[in-house]
């Protein structure tokens, strides 16, 4: 009686940590199965979209376009001007894929390296939600170590959000090339210069007008390399 007592006080401490185990464990040389309640993973979708501008895939403007000329050129993308006292801009957008909608992610990054010619720091930068030539954000830097980060809509900019004016950028820029990285986490958007963000960084995050990306230049010979859109949300 005292012998069966303990075999069986012995057969429940097993069930008991077998219930604690991952796998299968083996009592008296017999294979039992152990079955473990997984932990809930938290999903994501992910996208990701990148361009090396060896080829046009993407199908960026080429040719000329008023006072400015479009072009690939050395895993580059290059805005040349064609004209003396330009005051316009040059920009080029591409539409993003809506599995790509920027405003309906929670995070998203935006990142290119933006180069001058012969060590000249361009009048440049990225657009981010283009809808058209009259809407759209941008952030760019210039020569004077500056930087700007502006919505627009209708051709006009808000008075107090993202109103546009150059300030320091507090970073030094690079002669050779600069990073720009634009990064939405929730409801705010922050942008980065060579991985470090910038004074007025982070900003309010609004609904963008569109969902293009692009370009805008005044800088003759500006390249733009190694394009990069990220987005992921969690499953709903």
């Known amino acids: 009686m005292i012998r069966f007592a303990i075999i069986w006080g012995i057969l429940c401490s097993l069930l008991s940590e077998s219930q604690a185990q991952v796998g299968v464990y083996s009592a008296s040389s017999s294979w039992v199965s152990v079955r473990i309640k997984p932990k809930s993973p938290v999903a994501t979708n992910s996208r990701l979209l990148t361009d090396d501008f060896s080829d046009n895939h993407n199908r960026w403007r080429i040719g000329q376009r008023g006072a400015y000329s479009f072009d690939l050129f050395q895993n580059s993308y290059r805005i040349r001007k064609q004209a003396t006292n330009v005051q316009t801009p040059a920009i080029s957008s591409i539409p993003l894929p809506s599995t790509l909608n920027l405003n ?133």
């Open 104 to 236: 309906k992610v929670d995070t998203f990054m935006v990142q290119v390296d933006v180069a001058g010619p012969s060590g000249i720091i361009p009048d440049a930068g990225l657009l981010l939600g283009v809808k058209d030539s009259l809407n759209y954000c941008h952030f760019r830097i210039n020569n004077k170590n500056q930087v700007s980060v502006k919505y627009v809509i209708n051709g006009l900019s808000y008075t107090i959000y993202m109103r546009g004016d150059y300030v320091p950028a507090g970073i030094p820029l690079s002669s050779m090339k600069n990073t720009l990285a634009v990064r939405k986490k929730g409801d705010q958007i922050h942008f980065y210069i060579n991985g470090r963000e910038i004074p007025t960084s982070p900003y309010q995050f609004r609904q963008y007008q569109g969902n293009g990306i692009g370009f805008i230049s005044t800088t003759d010979g500006t390249l733009f390399q190694n394009l990069t859109v990220s987005t992921s949300a969690a499953s709903r």
